[in-house]
């Protein structure tokens, strides 16, 4: 499994992040960066101009912060992927996509895996 090690609460949190993010990627384009936090009331989702502002966000309950990067590829110019950081755990995992064009949909690549921290 790719997401080995995560708790099913960590679980749910991941996949209602990509779950948002693709849905916002096929409504008009990704809006990134964004966390989705579990508070005591409920989940909250806040919209960030950058993912520096995520530390002030973050504090305290558990939560994800989602922006994208392009992983380096041997084969071309990168991979677009969301990053998604588990800022309890210090885990980041990665969801690989193709993004949208003018003849073509967005779409995720294969399914999400925990970014080796060997590799980071």
């Known amino acids: 499994m790719a997401l080995q090690g995560l708790t099913e609460a ?3 949190l991941v996949y209602f992040a990509i779950n948002h993010a693709v849905e ?4 008009d384009g990704t809006d990134l960066p964004f966390v989705v936090a579990d508070r005591e ?3 909250e989702l806040t919209w960030l101009e950058d993912v520096e502002e995520a530390p002030s966000i973050t504090l305290g309950d558990p939560c994800v912060v989602v922006h994208h990067e392009v992983m380096p590829s041997t084969t071309s ?3 677009p992927a969301l ?3 588990l800022t309890q755990s210090g885990v980041t ?3 690989p996509y193709r993004p949208g064009g003018a003849h073509r949909r ?7 895996f925990v970014l080796d921290s060997v590799s980071a």
């Open 83 to 85: 990053l998604l950081e």
């Open 41 to 43: 009331h409920g989940r």
């Open 77 to 79: 110019d990168g991979t």
């Open 106 to 112: 967005f779409s995720l690549l294969g399914g999400p």
């Open 24 to 27: 916002m990627a096929k409504e």
């Open 93 to 95: 995992v990665v969801q």
């Open 10 to 12: 960590q679980l749910d």
